[in-house]
């Protein structure tokens, strides 16, 4: 079993910075692959990133690649989202989650946290 709770969440101005942290639970941490994903009201629930159990592949959905960065330290267990230029677009609820299967698909993934909300004002 892992518990996963994140934290960092808020409101930001387009073009600012965030950190979410997603604190993790469990014997299994270390030996599992952790993803964020988003979702924005009305919309289905979004790939944002991934990264392997040793933090040595990271995965990135088109939309944040090269403004999000996705980390891990597995000494904590936790895992960061490092989001930068900050859009209107990226407002949803923000999901961590732990899994052993697909990076990208929601349904590779066992264990998911509550989310946590970022909301950019334009």
């Known amino acids: 079993q892992v518990q996963l709770v994140e934290s960092g969440g808020g409101l930001v101005q387009a073009g600012g910075s965030l950190r979410l942290s997603c604190a993790a639970s469990?014997?299994?941490?270390?030996?599992?692959?952790m993803g964020w994903f988003r979702q924005a009201p009305g919309k289905e629930r979004e790939f944002v990133a991934a990264i392997s159990w040793s933090g040595g592949i990271t995965y990135y959905g088109d939309s944040v690649k090269g403004r999000f960065t996705i980390s891990r330290d597995n000494t904590k267990s936790t895992v960061y989202l490092q989001m930068n230029s900050l859009r209107p677009e990226d407002t949803a609820v923000y999901y961590c989650a732990a899994g052993y299967g697909s990076r990208r698909s929601a349904s590779g993934y066992d264990y998911w946290g509550q989310g946590t909300q970022v909301t950019v004002s334009s």
């Open positions: 469990g014997r299994t941490f270390s030996s599992a692959a």
